[in-house]
């Protein structure tokens, strides 16, 4: 093989690599002075997620929720747990809720993503999450 035909074969598996990869918003959550639960909308498509933060402290009830689109789904990660790097503390969609007591005082991450075969097909997922501590 030349230089040049290995030079592009590996300009080519670089581009394809970085369009492979995919899109993960970030957005912080934020009560109401004085309210105890909170609604944010989205929309997801494909593979992509959105990583909602906020501020919590150990020993607080926390409940999520989502509604919307039957194929948008939630994990809820403790303070310094990223999602694909460790095991969520609990996880729904939009049949189910997940509520529970936080183990430590910090920032928690719900991630809102899809399952594998509606994110392959591209599909869209609109959704309210609704977060509730106590």
């Known amino acids: 093989m030349n230089a040049t035909f290995a030079g592009l074969l590996a300009l080519t598996l670089l581009c394809g690599t970085a369009q492979a990869q995919d899109r993960v918003s970030h957005t912080p959550v934020h009560f109401a002075k004085g309210a105890s639960s909170t609604e944010v909308k989205g ?65 928690y991450t719900v991630q809102v993503y899809q399952m594998r075969a509606s994110a392959r097909r591209g599909e869209l997922a609109p959704h309210t999450l ?4 106590r």
């Open 43 to 107: 929309s997801i498509k494909g593979y992509d997620s959105v990583q909602y933060t906020l501020s919590a402290k150990a020993g607080q009830q926390m409940t999520v929720k989502i509604a919307g689109s039957r194929n948008a789904n939630f994990n809820v990660f403790a303070p310094g747990d990223k999602p694909g790097e460790a095991n969520a503390l609990g996880s729904g969609s939009v049949d189910t809720q997940w509520s529970g007591a936080l183990p430590a005082s910090g920032s």
């Open 130 to 133: 609704t977060v509730e501590i």
